[in-house]
Nanobody, 121 residues
Framework: QVQLVESGGGLVQAGGSLRLSCVAS????????VGWYRQAPGNQREQVAA???????VYKDSVKGRFTISRDNAKNTVYLQMNSLKPDDTAVYYC???????????????WGQGIQVTVSS
């Protein structure tokens, strides 16, 4: 019903930047909250940034001032701009969108497939 496709990951040196994109397609009526999570080897998945429709973004403390989440509602796309990357940012990053499908009255969370971000020192 809803497919999410992530792009923009890769290998970057410490101090560099990457921009992740997550495009949603399918029978979408509306997208409410959107967010990015990450999971490093041996660690639990953690929220990096999130934004609710019409509200301000929230960030994990360690990425504040370096990462920016944004959304383009017309394109059903959410972005994560990551600047001043550090080796500790190395992880698989996942987007998650809370979607109301056409004809339904409730929202469902959909997750992207995950994309690797590797920051070398």
């Amino acid at each position: 019903q809803v497919q999410l496709v992530e792009s923009g990951g890769g290998l970057v040196q410490a101090g560099g930047s990457l921009r992740l994109s997550c495009v949603a397609s399918g029978n979408i009526f509306s997208i409410n909250a959107v967010g990015w999570y990450r999971q490093a080897p041996g660690n639990q998945r953690e929220q990096v940034a999130a934004i609710h429709r019409g509200s301000s973004a929230v960030y994990k403390d360690s990425v504040k001032g370096r990462f920016t989440i944004s959304r383009d509602n017309a394109k059903n796309t959410v972005y994560l701009q990551m600047n001043s990357l550090k080796p500790d940012d190395t992880a698989v990053y996942y987007c998650v969108l809370s979607v109301v499908i056409e004809g339904q009255l409730y929202e469902t969370d959909y997750w992207g497939q995950g994309i690797q971000v590797t920051v070398s020192s």
